[in-house]
């Protein structure tokens, strides 16, 4: 494993939000440029990045077993840990209007950003495969479960046909569409595959900006001082992903699922909290501050807790 570009990566993020608080403080970005860059990454850029990851991908069928077995793990993961978090957060006494952020920090992960290139880093090629498909599945999850866990207790939820609106979106969609393109071997002429590439490359810059915009709006003072956010934060980057590497340490050998695919998925569980909140946040009028600042905490500490997790991981795949 690569120490140092692991730690690059992670650096790379937290440029980005410097840039975006720079940006807010000189003006070059206000207060209502969350919205442009909310509906920018929503409907273009995060699109445009999951067809072009999909249809890039090399279609074999040990691939498509591999892909397959990864994105059903990270549906079970993802659906469980919501479960998980919707206890956590009634034993923390959370505010209402803070819940939903604290229920989707223990839950998603920056796994699509800063997930693919320590993904290549830490497993190689294959795993970078690996960690897309999975995040081909979270994208669904954070999109539908996510943002159900994010306003199913606010006062303003409504009826069940309001809040199915709600949650369906372009990026859900985008998502679906994604795994037709992979599942069926589709693929892009030369002129589109380069459009979409490099607009979704604008996806994770994007969302980095925001976070800088959001975290000027609040005090360094007030983030030491929650606790509930300190909380949250060492279950988003060490439980978590401990509890899911060694409390299911028994699933590759009993139900036969690749060991790679196992590490690619816990490894992924182990990022930090997802830019998509603050994204969220913003969209469903929720406590976006708070996303920002658990974004902006969770990266800083991430970078002691994932090359331990990186080095655990590749230590298991020596001696399996």
């Given at each position: 494993m690569e120490l140092l570009l692991v730690l690059q990566k992670i650096l790379s993020m937290f440029l980005i939000i410097f840039v975006g608080a720079f940006g807010f403080k000189i003006n070059w970005l206000p207060k209502e440029s969350e919205k442009y860059l909310t509906t920018l990454m929503i409907n273009i850029s995060c699109p445009c990045l999951v067809f072009y990851s999909m249809q890039a991908q090399e279609r074999t069928q040990v691939m498509a077993g591999k892909a397959i077995q990864s994105a059903v793990f990270m549906a079970v993961i993802l659906i469980l840990c919501c479960f998980i978090s919707i206890f956590i957060v009634k034993l923390l006494k959370a505010p209402r209007e803070d819940r939903g952020i604290y229920r989707m920090m223990i839950v998603f992960t920056n796994c699509g950003f800063m997930g693919y290139p320590l993904a290549e880093a830490v497993f190689g090629s294959e795993g970078l495969f690996l960690e897309i498909i999975a995040n081909m599945i979270f994208n669904i999850v954070i999109f539908s479960a996510g943002a159900l866990l994010l306003i199913y207790d606010q006062e303003t939820t409504g009826t069940l046909k309001d809040t199915i609106k709600k949650i369906f979106s372009i990026p859900l969609v985008s998502c679906i569409i994604g795994l037709i393109i992979f599942f069926t071997g589709i693929k892009f002429p030369p002129l589109i595959a380069d459009t979409c590439e490099l607009l979704g490359n604008m996806t994770a810059p994007l969302a980095m900006l925001l976070v800088g915009v959001q975290l000027c709006q609040s005090k360094v003072s007030k983030i030491v001082r929650n606790y509930r956010l300190l909380i949250i934060t060492i279950i988003r980057l060490a439980v978590v992903p401990a509890g899911l590497f060694f409390g299911l340490m028994w699933v590759p050998k009993v139900l036969h699922i690749d060991p790679l695919v196992f590490c690619v998925v816990?490894?992924?569980?182990?990022?930090?909290?997802?830019?998509?909140?603050?994204?969220?946040?913003?969209?469903y009028d929720s406590n976006k501050i708070l996303a920002a600042e658990g974004i902006f905490l969770t990266t800083m500490f991430s970078l002691f807790t994932i090359p331990v997790f990186g080095m655990i991981f590749n230590i298991y795949l020596a001696n399996v």
């Amino acid at each position: 494993m690569e120490l140092l570009l692991v730690l690059q990566k992670i650096l790379s993020m937290f440029l980005i939000i410097f840039v975006g608080a720079f940006g807010f403080k000189i003006n070059w970005l206000p207060k209502e440029s969350e919205k442009y860059l909310t509906t920018l990454m929503i409907n273009i850029s995060c699109p445009c990045l999951v067809f072009y990851s999909m249809q890039a991908q090399e279609r074999t069928q040990v691939m498509a077993g591999k892909a397959i077995q990864s994105a059903v793990f990270m549906a079970v993961i993802l659906i469980l840990c919501c479960f998980i978090s919707i206890f956590i957060v009634k034993l923390l006494k959370a505010p209402r209007e803070d819940r939903g952020i604290y229920r989707m920090m223990i839950v998603f992960t920056n796994c699509g950003f800063m997930g693919y290139p320590l993904a290549e880093a830490v497993f190689g090629s294959e795993g970078l495969f690996l960690e897309i498909i999975a995040n081909m599945i979270f994208n669904i999850v954070i999109f539908s479960a996510g943002a159900l866990l994010l306003i199913y207790d606010q006062e303003t939820t409504g009826t069940l046909k309001d809040t199915i609106k709600k949650i369906f979106s372009i990026p859900l969609v985008s998502c679906i569409i994604g795994l037709i393109i992979f599942f069926t071997g589709i693929k892009f002429p030369p002129l589109i595959a380069d459009t979409c590439e490099l607009l979704g490359n604008m996806t994770a810059p994007l969302a980095m900006l925001l976070v800088g915009v959001q975290l000027c709006q609040s005090k360094v003072s007030k983030i030491v001082r929650n606790y509930r956010l300190l909380i949250i934060t060492i279950i988003r980057l060490a439980v978590v992903p401990a509890g899911l590497f060694f409390g299911l340490m028994w699933v590759p050998k009993v139900l036969h699922i690749d060991p790679l695919v196992f590490c690619v998925v816990c490894f992924a569980m182990s990022m930090p909290a997802a830019a998509y909140i603050a994204v969220l946040a913003t969209r469903y009028d929720s406590n976006k501050i708070l996303a920002a600042e658990g974004i902006f905490l969770t990266t800083m500490f991430s970078l002691f807790t994932i090359p331990v997790f990186g080095m655990i991981f590749n230590i298991y795949l020596a001696n399996v």
